[in-house]
């Protein structure tokens, strides 16, 4: 760089001008998405595994739900009436403690056991359906807000990209034309002919020998 570019580059850039303003948008875009974006990055940690069990594995994942199941306070209730009317009939028909008594309380016992464990097993699946569906959504909205961030950022990027470019190109045409400008007049002052295009390119050739 030499005098002549301090001097020639004094005026403003307009893009020069500019870059502040869009050099704000960025954090302010970040401020904004980044929660969504958090939100959906944890709610996809927390799916992702449960997902690819599911889909892999779905009996280990059956399992390890039914791991989770007690008996409820109403099948205990159920039960114990039942097989209490059982045995008073066995008892008055002289079954009682007899094979078929025995058999006839158990079949109590795992029918409603059967009809508990289905009721609580929709109940859990119920449950975990509107649990998946609130972290997909999550997921979903954070995506969007990833997409929406990463757009927004490129044209902020292109926009500074095209002043920058824009502004340079239109500071090097009027360093140009000013230099053609003083050269033509030098000419005709000194008896040179210089014509406008000879000038240009002279006035070219001194803005990158010089600045």
């Given at each position: 760089m030499s005098w002549l570019s301090d001097f020639f580059k004094g005026g403003k850039n307009p893009a020069d001008a500019a870059m502040p303003y869009l050099d704000?948008?960025?954090?302010?875009?970040?401020q904004a998405y980044?929660?969504?974006?958090?939100?959906?990055?944890?709610?996809?940690?927390?799916?992702?595994?449960?997902?690819?069990?599911?889909?892999?594995?779905?009996?280990?994942?059956?399992?390890?739900?039914?791991?989770?199941?007690?008996?409820?306070?109403?099948?205990?209730?159920?039960?114990d009436e039942m097989r209490r009317a059982a045995g008073n009939t066995a008892a008055a028909g002289g079954m009682r403690g007899s094979l078929n008594d025995i058999t006839n309380e158990a079949r109590i016992s795992d029918t409603l056991m059967g009809d508990d464990?289905?009721?609580?097993?929709?109940?859990?699946?119920?449950?975990?359906?509107?649990?998946?569906?609130?972290?997909?959504?999550?997921?979903?909205?954070?995506f969007d807000a990833t997409k929406g961030l990463t757009g927004d950022l490129s044209n902020v990027l292109g926009?500074?990209?095209?002043?920058?470019?824009?502004?340079?190109?239109?500071?090097?045409?009027?360093?140009?034309?000013?230099?053609?400008?003083?050269?033509?007049?030098?000419?005709?002052?000194g008896g040179w002919d210089l014509p406008g295009a000879n000038a240009g390119t002279l006035g070219s050739n001194f803005i990158n020998r010089f600045i």
């Open positions: 704000k948008i960025p954090g302010i875009e970040h980044d929660p969504y974006i958090q939100h959906g990055n944890e709610a996809y940690n927390t799916l992702n595994p449960q997902i690819t069990q599911m889909g892999s594995d779905p009996a280990a994942f059956f399992e390890k739900l039914m791991g989770s199941y007690t008996p409820s306070r109403s099948y205990q209730l159920k039960n464990m289905q009721q609580w097993l929709n109940n859990v699946l119920g449950i975990q359906k509107e649990g998946l569906s609130g972290l997909t959504h999550q997921f979903d909205t954070g926009t500074q990209a095209g002043l920058a470019f824009q502004g340079q190109a239109n500071q090097n045409k009027s360093l140009s034309d000013l230099l053609s400008g003083l050269l033509k007049g030098v000419g005709t002052v």
